[in-house]
């Protein structure tokens, strides 16, 4: 455990959205005198700690950041990785993706899934799990892509939660999706150890998982259930994405039940249109169906904690969408953030409700600026109900080419006002005492 500085003055901390991206690859100018950058995964304990990562640079693997008796420290996992792996490498270079997710359960186990290098041309994915908050690691290796269900508001964590992986299974003549196995682990504890158990096959016709932006959950937990949403490959060309929902018995240790829930767009079989799920205070399941520059699909379940009493019509909730995510707070209201090209935008509403609010701008490329732009970001909650959407831009017009920082912005307020995050914050967010 490393004691780190981490600097919470400068003007930036006092930034409100819509955030503007500054020019030429200025990223600093936006976090101010805020000295990290936003993280690609973030959670938070029993007391409502921050458990973060970031790995865009090949600098912050192995380490996680955390708040310890009111000072950020890293935790670092390498060893228990290299224990493993002998053959382990850092990531090749910065990459402006997001990559792996981070889960702690209601006993304060941790769980986190990161993509490692084992040799100069072998890659993959692995679980690491801390019975202690990071004290000690078991490391498990896990086939394909992999990915965790994390906390969207209402999900329960009395279990370690749901391992979602993807192996590839063949090639589709589209560039952006192929045909892939998704099954699904649902680990259990035994002596302070994790078992991972045997997968559950869920689908061989999966179209992937596009996980590096959007900050989602595929699954939820809602006792001895776990419901999650994918999309396959159609049967017919030019079909776009039929999504699903599935249900898994956990005791059981099988799908017990499938859903078709709608036809996402486009056209063209396509990953970015990965769908989201959550689960309200009252057990009824919400699905968002993903896009690429379309509108998404939005459902919800008639009946709580089934996929097969019925789902509303699908509907619309905005225009040009990108990257879905979908979260459900305390108030039962639920939000989400996503891309419409060069923008970050923001909705929300009721859970009950049919009609989502009208897009609000939560971060905007610099002004006059032209050509290709991408907002890549990650959205989360914490135990007490702020959101928070972690986000980086990416350009091709100038030689930084996506050289920014990632920013951390929190709302406190269910959406009103959003701000930066700092480390004052984190620690008026905590719970119990510090000392």
């Known amino acids: 455990m490393v004691a780190v500085g981490w600097a919470t003055a400068g003007a930036g901390q006092d930034k409100q959205a819509p955030f503007e991206i500054p020019p030429e690859g200025k990223g600093e100018v936006l976090v101010g005198g805020i000295t990290f950058e936003g993280p690609s995964a973030l959670t938070f304990d029993s007391r409502n700690r921050p458990y973060m990562f970031h790995s865009r640079e090949p600098k912050s693997f192995g380490t996680i950041l955390t708040l310890r008796q009111g000072k950020w420290v890293r935790l670092s996992y390498l060893e228990a990785l290299r224990k493993t792996f002998p053959e382990l490498r850092p990531p090749a270079g910065r990459s402006v993706h997001a ?123 809602t006792g001895w259930k776990t419901h999650l949403v994918y999309a396959e490959i159609p049967k017919m060309p030019n079909g776009g994405n039929p999504t699903y929902a599935a249900t898994i018995d956990r005791r059981e240790r099988k799908v017990t039940g499938r859903q078709f829930l709608a036809t996402a767009p486009p056209k063209t079989p396509d990953v970015h249109s990965t769908p989201v799920i959550a689960v309200d205070a009252g057990g009824h399941l919400h699905a968002v169906a993903g896009a690429h520059g379309q509108p998404f699909l939005y459902v919800r379940s008639l009946k709580p904690d089934s996929i097969t009493g019925g789902w509303t019509k699908s509907a619309p909730m905005g225009g040009r969408q990108t990257y879905a995510t979908l979260v459900c707070d305390g108030r039962n209201r639920l939000h989400s953030i996503y891309r419409v090209h060069p923008r970050l935008l923001y909705q929300h509403k009721p859970a009950a409700a049919d009609a989502w609010s009208v897009p609000v701008v939560i971060a905007h490329a610099p002004k006059g600026h032209r050509g290709y732009t991408i907002f890549y970001h990650r959205v989360f909650i914490d135990r007490a109900g702020a959101l928070y959407v972690s986000f980086t831009f990416y350009e091709t017009r100038t030689t930084t080419k996506g050289r920014y920082p990632r920013a951390l912005a929190i709302s406190e307020d269910h959406g009103k006002t959003w701000r930066l995050a700092t480390t004052a914050t984190f620690l008026r967010r905590e719970k119990g005492d510090r000392k």
């Open 99 to 221: 990559l792996g997710t981070i889960a702690i359960d209601n006993a304060d186990g941790l769980y986190m899934i990161v993509p490692i290098r084992k040799g100069a041309d072998r890659s993959g994915w692995c679980l690491l799990y801390s019975p202690d908050l990071g004290g000690r690691f078991d490391v498990h290796e896990l086939p394909g892509t992999a990915f965790l269900e994390t906390r969207v508001g209402h999900n329960k964590a009395d279990a370690p939660p749901a391992i979602g992986c993807i192996v590839f299974r063949k090639a589709y003549p589209a560039r952006w999706t192929a045909y892939h196995n998704l099954s699904v682990f649902l680990p259990t504890k035994k002596d302070g150890r994790l078992v991972l158990g045997e997968p559950i096959h869920v689908s061989s016709d999966c179209f992937g998982v596009s996980n590096h932006s959007g900050g989602y959950s595929f699954a939820v937990t």
